[in-house]
């Protein structure tokens, strides 16, 4: 009986690394791909056509190297740019908070590397997600969330369709980060020690508004900061360089704290209030992907998470017409931002997810 095939998307990172590593040791034969994404990331630009390759290339093959697996690169930077860079760029213009890595996902790496990875002949397509996919007897799929709930990165996988979950890999999901770092260690792996980023991986030191001014431009209009009655309290530099929630450099002098609670592109306003403005007892969502079940059912109670690195609250879902989903919360949540997406656990299975449209 032939070894089955593993193709590792490998990032030169310790995460990525380590599950090539690990899925060697359990017996599959390894292939590693890096994707080539943008010519824009987390160190300022590259210079491509000059030869020079960014970090995650490099370490990727130094990684292959010593694990004595072959490692392929591929350009992606034009898809990337229409499914991800596009998309991030229009949802800001558009007063919405996008989220790349969730859109990122079943497109690129779980669309065309998932592809690639088929065409070269591999059963499986690797990766070093804190997440856990398991097959259950009826056949489904499901994703559960990692051991390390510090780390878990399940909210991300939300969109996955079954197809593609037929062949994912995910060895890293019953681990903690720091056993993670030991193992690597322990293999000598050359990434290690290799410092985490938390940063979009193709916006240049993290810095989304200068970013959008260098891509978007024409989107950044002056206009005025106004609270919940239309008064003018100031002036902003453009709404897409403002997030629901933000309290800092609105440059307003009031007797209380003031917070961003709603972004009007229409009418060209920061609407500002107190706290309590930012709290919303519920949301308004579409484009729903059900992982764990075929649909919801009205009032059909589960666990929401609004954005990652949030804690989840108990919530009550109302389907309503044109594919639209309410969601009510047991208990007011902070800073429900249009664009980002709202995510759904029964336990620590991942039941599905949609895209905010309105707080409500």
Not at 323 to 331: C, I, N, P, R
Request: proline content about 4%; glycine content about 10%; some cysteine.
């Amino acid at each position: 009986m032939s070894k089955k095939i593993a193709a590792v998307a490998m990032s030169g990172g310790v995460d990525s690394s380590l599950t090539a590593a690990l899925l060697l040791e359990q017996g599959y034969d390894v292939i590693g791909i890096t994707m080539l994404l943008s010519e824009e990331g987390r160190g300022g630009a590259l210079d491509l056509a000059g030869g020079e390759l960014p970090d995650s290339v490099i370490d990727a093959h130094r990684v292959a190297d010593k694990l004595g697996i072959k490692h392929y690169t591929v350009d992606f930077r034009k898809e990337f740019q229409e499914n991800v860079i596009e998309y991030f760029l229009s949802e800001y213009a558009k007063g919405r908070t996008p989220n790349p890595c969730v859109m990122c996902n079943p497109s690129m790496k779980f669309g065309l590397l998932l592809d690639k990875a088929l065409e070269l002949g591999a059963d499986y397509l690797a990766t070093g997600h804190y997440a856990q996919v398991e097959q259950l007897e009826n056949g489904r799929y499901v994703v559960k969330k990692g051991l390390d709930e510090h780390k878990d990165q399940s909210y991300a996988l939300h969109r996955l369709p079954q197809k593609s979950l037929a062949h994912i890999l995910l060895p890293l999901g019953g681990m903690t980060k720091e056993h993670v770092r030991e193992l690597a260690e322990n293999m000598d792996l050359p990434v290690a020690h290799k410092a985490e980023s938390q940063e979009i991986c193709f916006v240049p030191h993290d810095d989304y508004k200068a970013f959008l001014r260098a891509h978007r431009p024409e989107c950044l209009h002056k206009g005025n900061i106004v609270d919940g009655t239309g008064k003018v309290l100031g002036r902003h530099e453009g709404v897409p360089l403002y997030t629901i929630g933000q309290r800092k450099g609105l440059g307003i002098a009031a007797p209380e704290p003031l917070y961003v609670n709603r972004l009007d592109t229409e009418r060209n306003e920061v609407v500002v209030g107190g706290n309590q403005a930012v709290f919303a007892k519920g949301l308004l969502a579409s484009d729903a992907n059900w992982i764990a079940i075929n649909d919801v059912t009205d009032g059909q109670v589960l666990w929401a998470k609004i954005r990652y690195g949030k804690r989840e609250a108990k919530a009550t879902l109302t389907k309503l017409s044109e594919g639209m989903l309410q969601v009510d919360f047991a208990e007011p949540q902070r800073a429900v931002t249009p664009g980002q997406f709202v995510v759904f656990y029964d336990g620590d299975v991942l039941v599905g997810g949609a895209r905010i449209e309105k707080a409500l």
